[in-house]
């Protein structure tokens, strides 16, 4: 019986020799990820500057006389804020490649419309 034990030890013990260990490096650089933050951030920042004192169409984003102003600059900086945290939080469960690039295509996508609304709103005369 002993004998059975002590091979039965020496087996678990040559097995668990065999065991890759778990990695515990980084997570994938979500550098491209960071980037699109950035795009987007500086987007929102060119959109809100675009838009400041100028006829709201978005009556959510319009302060009570219609126009664009500090109402409407915190609940975009409310929204982006809220966006950046919940795609903080995914990632930071699942750090893949994968799901930073599509993350990434998404902001940038966002970036372009947005920067190409706030193009167009430089266009706008102010209101008096």
Not at 51 to 73: C, D, I, M, V, Y
Request: charged share 15%; aromatic share 6%.
């Amino acid at each position: 019986m002993l004998k059975i034990l002590l091979s039965l030890g020496i087996c678990a013990g040559v097995l668990s020799a065999q065991e890759v260990p778990p990695l515990d490096g980084p997570a994938p650089a979500p550098k491209l990820w960071r980037a699109s933050i950035t795009a987007l951030a500086v987007a929102n920042v060119m959109d809100v500057h675009s838009s400041w004192g100028k006829h709201e169409l978005n009556s959510t984003l319009s302060g009570p006389s219609g126009n664009f102003g500090k109402e409407g600059a915190l609940i975009k900086l409310g929204f982006q804020g809220g966006l950046i945290g919940l795609e903080y939080l995914v990632t930071r469960g699942h750090p893949t490649r994968k799901l930073y690039r599509a993350l990434s295509v998404i902001n940038f996508g966002a970036s372009a419309a947005i920067g190409a609304t706030a193009i167009h709103n430089y266009t706008i005369p102010q209101v008096r």
